[in-house]
């Protein structure tokens, strides 16, 4: 066996395995690219067998086989040019204006003129010897295109799997750069003749792109294994979030109904005494109670309905909340937000702490404060969601223990969200900000 008959037979032995395996890959991830290797594969099989069947036929010596002398040009220019395709859909420059896309239009053109002007000539003119000189200048035309275009490819796809296929496009142009030389100088070029230079060029890219697909990959798989760590920290958070209002929920309204169950029995027992004074006090405990638990239900259940994921739902429940609260108390509201996070999703457990640490602040400020101004900016900073909540009142010390857990619970909602809390008092009000990180949809720390 010659050393061209076994470049070919070797090399279409690991064409045609890696066209079937790429295949395959293609039915399994229906990603495009791989269907386009794929098709180059077999015509580069193809070729080479129709090289062994032809007895490697030489378009530079006489023949009288027109199907010879029209398939070896055919074939070999359609498998350059699937191959440009693949290298296109790959780089992604298919459908993006550039002079990438320009050159490669450029170039289909040159490989279509080629094979039209080669039948026609086969026809009109029978099979004469091909000419060496128009040879070379038609093939390093088609090659010299398609390399300007990666060099212009390098520069806009950075990626490493792009950039390694530029590099096994740069070893297929090259080897058939180093083949038309060959063929031009009837002569060996670094001990390889003919098509010989092609063909192991083609060999190499094939190990590269199997490289740089295993790479791939590994990215693909990698990046699959970290959405569904995410998807699963996720859906533990809305579970350990829908626990927690289910104990809250029974701790709360337990709690009510056995205070409203005490006030009832207190309330009797001043009704026979015909304490009237004290019926009524007692009274109106029960229906302050009744309506705090009726807000809370409904907070509760804004909370868990999905139809409020939307940063345009929480920001409008947040203004409703706070206008109406603030009206009745005299406060003056104003309430700004960036409109980019009214497209905003939110998750129950994040959407449920920051309206909660809202809905206290705006509490505190009215029992405690005496502001006459109160005002709420909402916004995006670096990354971070940022809440901006001040009013005009006389301030407190965050240091000092006071009765009840607000603060401390505005703290804990603020690390759940693993985010920060500052308080900033002064003689003149009142500063509360609260940031975290927007990493949509899973903001929420060790869930």
């Not at 086989?65 to 992604?92: D, G, K, P, S, W």
């Not at 579970?239 to 701790?251: S, V, Y």
């Not at 400020?365 to 001040?390: D, M, Q, R």
Request: with cysteine; aromatic share 10%.
């Amino acid at each position: 066996m010659n050393q061209l008959l076994f470049i070919e037979t070797f090399v279409l032995g690991a064409s045609t395995i890696a066209a079937i395996y790429h295949l395959v890959l293609y039915i399994q991830q229906r990603d495009k690219f791989l269907m386009y290797y794929s098709v180059y594969l077999f015509t580069l099989a193809s070729y080479i067998l129709f090289k062994i069947l032809s007895n490697n036929y030489d378009p530079f010596k006489p023949t009288d086989n027109i199907v010879y002398y029209i398939l070896e040009e055919v074939i070999q220019v359609t498998m350059v040019a699937v191959y440009v395709l693949f290298a296109a859909q790959t780089l992604e420059v298919v459908n993006e204006k550039s002079r990438v896309r320009s050159l490669m239009y450029c170039f289909f053109g040159l490989a279509f003129l080629s094979i039209a002007y080669h039948i026609y000539d086969a026809i009109a003119n029978g099979t004469n010897v091909k000419s060496i000189q128009s040879y070379a200048i038609g093939r390093i035309s088609l090659v010299g295109v398609a390399t300007i275009a990666l060099l212009f490819a390098w520069r806009i796809r950075t990626t490493i799997f792009q950039r390694t296929i530029i590099i096994g496009s740069l070893v297929y142009d090259t080897s058939g750069l180093l083949s038309i030389i060959s063929f031009a100088k009837q002569g060996p070029v670094f001990g390889l003749t003919g098509v010989e230079p092609y063909l192991a060029g083609c060999l190499v890219d094939i190990i590269i792109f199997s490289s740089a697909l295993g790479y791939r990959l590994k990215i693909i798989a990698e990046q699959k294994n970290d959405l569904l760590k995410k998807e699963t920290k996720a859906r533990l958070a809305v579970e350990k979030t829908r626990m927690r209002i289910a104990i809250n929920l029974h701790d709360d309204v337990g709690s009510v109904l056995s205070s409203m169950s005490v006030y009832g029995e207190a309330a009797k027992r001043s009704l026979a005494e015909n304490n009237l004074t004290r019926v009524n006090e007692l009274l109106d405990k029960v229906g302050v109670n009744a309506r705090e638990t009726m807000s809370n239900m409904s907070d509760i259940v804004w909370t868990i309905n999905p139809v409020n994921d939307t940063g345009e739902k929480l920001l409008n429940k947040m203004e409703a909340f706070a206008s109406e609260v603030l009206d009745a108390a005299g406060i003056e509201f104003e309430f700004k937000v960036d409109e980019m996070l009214f497209k905003e999703n939110f998750l129950m457990p994040v959407r449920q702490n920051i309206f909660y640490i809202f809905k206290e602040a705006v509490t505190n400020s009215v029992k405690h404060s005496g502001a006459k101004k109160f005002s709420t900016h909402v916004g995006i900073s670096n990354h971070l969601l940022v809440i901006e909540i001040k009013d005009d009142g006389k301030g407190f010390d965050p240091d000092k223990k006071y009765k009840g857990n607000g603060l401390r619970n505005m703290k804990l909602r603020a690390e759940e969200l693993n985010g920060n809390l500052a308080i900033k008092n002064s003689p003149v009000g009142c500063l509360l900000i609260l940031s975290f990180i927007v990493l949509r949809p899973y903001q929420l720390k060790g869930k």
